[in-house]
């Protein structure tokens, strides 16, 4: 699925980042056309974690948690950086392929460093979790010295050190009880820390959200509706762009089962709009819209940055609550009864237990 991936990943980013800063610009004139685009990218990328765990929640086909999932892992540096129309494409690639590459061979080292320990008698689960928490600081922040994405290079680093091991003949494995034992502590403990980051985050949400609502409002000499009203009309293109690009997709691509094209259907329609709504913001967009300075050059406020943060935790709320409640209504259920096999995921957890 690399086609649609690297579709949605970055080519419907830049499209998203230039149809929302056009308009955002047009509504609301007093915010420059750079600070509409800086908005634009920070509601481009989707939450990778949000993705994830509609995917233990809602049917959805092996290609769209594919594709989603995808999406959500690579799409992080085309909604980050500077933006000009000048040099936006080359330092798009640069961000891009340097911080995968990067990433790579940093993780070729990590995982060089994690088979020495290993081989010296460190079999302490505790030294090696410790290690893979600190590793994505430490890679982020080599990343960022030599001016490439971080996040991607986190990602390519990740997933070179859990592939590696995969590839690996059966002479080079290790069957020790400490590979299960080091499974199941990482398992555990990065579950917790995911889950503390985003508390973290959320809780940041709903602070942002009431800090900034009030002057919003004053700065504009506005009322609710219509602060409210633009966070549906951004939602609405941002919606809108996606579940377009994402049926043209689909309708361009072949049907993996029969290998001819898609044609326009009611289930065509409907498994697009399943995963248009399945690529809510979150986290993400909420770090990279933290990232708009309080003042400019001059040393001037920045101008509009509370309607802006406001209106960035405002899309990421109503496109969670789409995907938390709308998308269980509208995606294919199952054809056949399968309560009698046992899921794959509960067979892996129960073998690991």
């Known amino acids: 699925n690399r086609n649609t991936v690297l579709s949605l990943a970055i080519a419907l980013v830049v499209v998203s980042v230039l149809v929302v800063g056009f308009v955002l610009h047009w509504l609301v004139p007093s915010i420059s056309l750079a600070a509409a685009f800086a908005l634009g990218a920070a509601l481009g990328p989707t939450d990778a974690v949000a993705v994830a ?3 233990k929640t809602v049917k959805l086909g092996s290609r769209q948690k594919a594709s989603l999932l995808g999406e959500a892992l690579l799409n992080d540096a085309s909604g980050t950086g500077s933006f000009s129309l000048a040099d936006a494409s080359w330092t ?3 961000e891009f392929v340097g911080g ?25 689960a505790t030294v090696h979790v410790c290690f893979e928490l600190f590793l994505p600081f430490f890679v982020y922040l080599v990343a960022t010295r030599f001016h490439v994405s971080g996040i991607l290079a986190v990602v390519a680093a990740g997933l070179l050190i859990s592939y590696i091991p995969q590839r690996m003949t059966v002479r080079s494995r290790s069957f020790s009880t400490f590979s ?12 917790l820390f995911s889950f503390v980051l985003n508390g973290v985050i959320f809780v940041n949400l709903g602070i942002v959200l009431s800090s900034t609502l009030a002057p919003a409002l004053q700065e504009n000499s506005a009322d609710l509706f219509w602060i409210f009203s633009l966070v549906l009309i951004l939602t609405a293109v941002i919606v809108g762009v996606r ?12 049907n993996p089962e029969t290998g001819k094209r898609m044609k326009l259907s009611g289930p065509a329609i409907r498994n697009a709009l399943v995963t248009t ?5 979150g986290a ?8 708009i300075p309080f003042t400019v050059a001059s040393g001037a406020v920045f101008p509009q940055r509370d309607l802006l943060l406001f209106l960035v935790c405002g899309v990421i709320v109503v496109t969670l609550l789409l995907a938390n409640f709308v998308v269980p209504l509208i995606a294919p259920k199952s054809e056949t009864d399968d309560d009698d096999e046992l ?10 237990n």
């Open 284 to 291: 993400v967009s909420l770090s990279i819209a933290s990232t």
């Open 92 to 94: 798009f690639v640069v």
């Open 100 to 124: 995968i590459i990067l990433g790579l061979f940093l993780g070729a080292i990590a995982f060089f460093i994690m088979q020495r320990m290993r081989r010296a008698g460190v079999e302490s």
């Open 243 to 254: 579940f377009l690009w994402i049926l043209c997709a689909d309708l361009l691509s072949d």
């Open 343 to 352: 899921d794959p995921e509960y067979e892996i957890e129960m073998i690991q």
């Open 277 to 281: 709504l399945c690529g809510p913001k």
């Open 180 to 191: 299960t034992r080091l499974n199941i502590a990482s398992e555990s403990v990065w579950h």
């Open 53 to 55: 765990s509609l995917g």
